[in-house]
Each structure stands twice: as structure tokens, then as C-alpha cells.
């Protein structure tokens, strides 16, 4: 079965302190992969999108890693933000089966204290 | 650029109702998808479509349905509501065609409860 696990559920760290946050799936035969942040009540704000060709990916203080032999992917966060605070979800974009078909992690609910 | 709008915000529903939620994907933008996120299942695939077709569809029974319109736009109808169709519906669009290369833009999404 093809699925997506985050962990951890939630995280609590002091204002700037840098930060990783785990992705894990279950089959390497995927499209790309894709990090989001929700903000209650919203909707999923795009974070970075790695291709299945790619290594990684970075924004700003983002960097997101691949490794599909592994299975894994952290979305690696400097020098973190109160503004940060927020749920991040893992999404992969599986082949075959329902192909096309996008499967998210439960997230990992980050709050970040001044 | 406008980004995706999702109409209304907010429904409150009776067992038994039916629902349509709408959706106008960003401008350009061919490809658009729906999802459930709910707190104990977090988000999950409703379907996706693609010039005005259906190209992929989750795991839901046959009273989850859409369309999408020549414009991109799409909706999603609900019918027969169950208490357990309360949830955020979720619509995302995207540029790609088939290579499924391109990141997904969310809507604020459409909040339902079912009374």
C-alpha cells in the first residue's frame, strides 16, 4: 500500500533554532514530491516541489531533500520564525496504481516560541 | 494573479441534502483536483480533472461526483449527506498535462458541516 508518515506529530522549538522535519514512503517509483505549510483554517500554501530526478530543492531558509532509495524526504528549516509556526505536509505523487494519484503525510504541527 | 477561489466558505447541510462546491482554478491552469481533509484522516484524494475529464478518482463511494467545465472550472457535488461528509473540501489546480510536473495551488477550501 502506498503511503506517506510524518513524524513527528508536533514539534515546539525556541524562536531561531534550525530544524528538520520527516517524510517518509513507502515506494521509490514515485513522480515528485511536494512540501505545503497550512495555516489554520486554510487552505495548503506550496512550499518546494522535487522532482524524482531531483536531490533537493531550496527557497529562501527551505531546503528540501530526496532520497528515493531511502524512502525519505526532510524539509530542513533556518533559523526559524514565530511566523513559521504551522502545520507542514509531506505530499508524493505515486506511479502506477491510481496514477496521478497524490498521497499526503498527517503533517507535523510546528510551533515556534519568541 | 488571482489565485484559486472556492465557493462558498462556508455550508451547513441536513442529513439527507445534497451539496455543490465550486471551484475557479488560477488562470491557465488545466488541471484541477479535490480533496477531504478531515482531523482523523488528514487529506484524502477525491478526484481529478483534466479538459473537462475525469482522469483520476479516489477511494469514495458514488455520491462524491464533479465535472469541470470548458473554462476549468469544476465542481464537486455530495449527494445523499452523511454526518461523516463533514470536512473541509479542498481544490487545487495546476498547469501540468501529463507529466504531472508542475505544484499544486490550493483554495481556502470549503468548509461543510452535516447536521
Known amino acids: 500500500k502506498q503511503e506517506v508518515t510524518q513524524i513527528p506529530a508536533a514539534l515546539s522549538v525556541p524562536e531561531g533554532e534550525n530544524l528538520v522535519l520527516n517524510c517518509s514512503f513507502t515506494d521509490s517509483a514515485i513522480y515528485n514530491l511536494q512540501w505545503f505549510r497550512q495555516d489554520p483554517g486554510k487552505g495548503l500554501t506550496s512550499l518546494l516541489l522535487i522532482q524524482s530526478s531531483q536531490r533537493e530543492q531550496t527557497s529562501g531558509r527551505l531546503n528540501a531533500s530526496l532520497d528515493k532509495s531511502s524512502g525519505r524526504s526532510t524539509l530542513y528549516i533556518a533559523a526559524s520564525q514565530p511566523g513559521d509556526s504551522a502545520t507542514y505536509l509531506c505530499a508524493v505523487r505515486y506511479y502506477g496504481g491510481s496514477q496521478g494519484n497524490l498521497i499526503f503525510g498527517k503533517g507535523t504541527k510546528l510551533s515556534v516560541k519568541p | 494573479k488571482a489565485g484559486v477561489t472556492q465557493t462558498p466558505r462556508y455550508l451547513i447541510k441536513t442529513r439527507g441534502q445534497q451539496v455543490t462546491l465550486s471551484c475557479s482554478p488560477i488562470s491557465g491552469h488545466r488541471s484541477v483536483s479535490w480533496y477531504q481533509q478531515t482531523p482523523g484522516q488528514g487529506l484524502q484524494f477525491l478526484f481529478e480533472y483534466f479538459s473537462e475529464t475525469q482522469r483520476n478518482k479516489g477511494n469514495f463511494p458514488g455520491r462524491f461526483s464533479g465535472r469541470q467545465f470548458s473554462n476549468s472550472r469544476s465542481e464537486m457535488n455530495v449527494s445523499t449527506l452523511e454526518l461523516g461528509d463533514s470536512a473541509l473540501y479542498l481544490c487545487?489546480?495546476?498547469?501540468?498535462?501529463?507529466?504531472?510536473?508542475?505544484?499544486?495551488?490550493f483554495g481556502n477550501g470549503t468548509r461543510l458541516t452535516v447536521t
Open positions: 487545487a489546480s495546476s498547469l501540468e498535462g501529463s507529466s504531472y510536473n508542475s505544484p499544486l495551488h
